[in-house]
């Protein structure tokens, strides 16, 4: 589920099938509002059973801060006025990291079975820097922006011998 070349032709199509239907409400709507008005960037940063699962862990390998800070700095070298609204399972990292800083917003209130209005948030996100998670992978690829940066990182899966190369887009960065 993480390699457009296998449904490459019908894109627009699977786009359409996976609009979300139900326009954000509450804090969602406030967000998405703010998403659209500046040069937003989704950052989704994958922990839980990829840090507390040693065999996940073990084959996934976790994104560290160094990834982060590098993809940040990347984007704003392109784009100083860069507002990052970071989606992480693990929230509370994620304040530690960031929550000092205005120009991010931690974003931690859908959780459980409201975890699919992050993704559609992060598709509202102008661009992206994602984690070596589907959920990253799809909320980017859903992204409408068509001159969007997507940011991954070049080792998808410490655990896979060879690289994971259908996974990514072409114009998208590795880091």
């Known amino acids: 589920w993480q390699s457009a070349q296998y449904f490459a032709d019908a ?4 786009r359409k099938c996976f609009a979300f239907r139900q326009p ?3 804090r969602d709507a406030e967000l998405a509002a703010d998403m659209r008005g500046c040069d937003s960037v989704s950052v989704h940063i994958r922990r839980g059973d990829y840090v507390q699962n040693k065999g996940a862990n073990a084959f ?4 560290d801060w160094d990834y982060y800070d ?6 704003l070298q392109a784009r100083s006025d860069a ?3 970071v989606f992480s399972d693990d929230p509370e ?4 990291r960031y929550g000092h800083d205005t120009r991010f917003t931690v974003i931690s209130h859908n959780s459980g079975a409201q975890s699919y209005k992050d993704m559609m948030l992060m598709s509202l996100c102008k661009h992206h820097i994602i984690a070596n998670s589907s ?3 799809w909320g980017a690829w859903l992204g409408q922006s068509e001159a969007q ?3 991954a990182p070049r080792v998808w899966s410490v655990g896979s011998p060879e690289p994971i190369e259908d996974i990514y887009i072409d114009n998208w960065t590795r880091i």
């Open 11 to 14: 894109g627009a199509d699977i």
């Open 24 to 26: 954000p409400t509450g």
């Open 60 to 63: 996934h390998g976790i994104c």
């Open 70 to 75: 590098a993809a940040v700095a990347a984007v």
């Open 83 to 85: 507002k990052f609204f």
């Open 93 to 96: 990292a994620a304040l530690q």
């Open 135 to 137: 959920f990253s992978w």
């Open 149 to 151: 940066t997507v940011i």
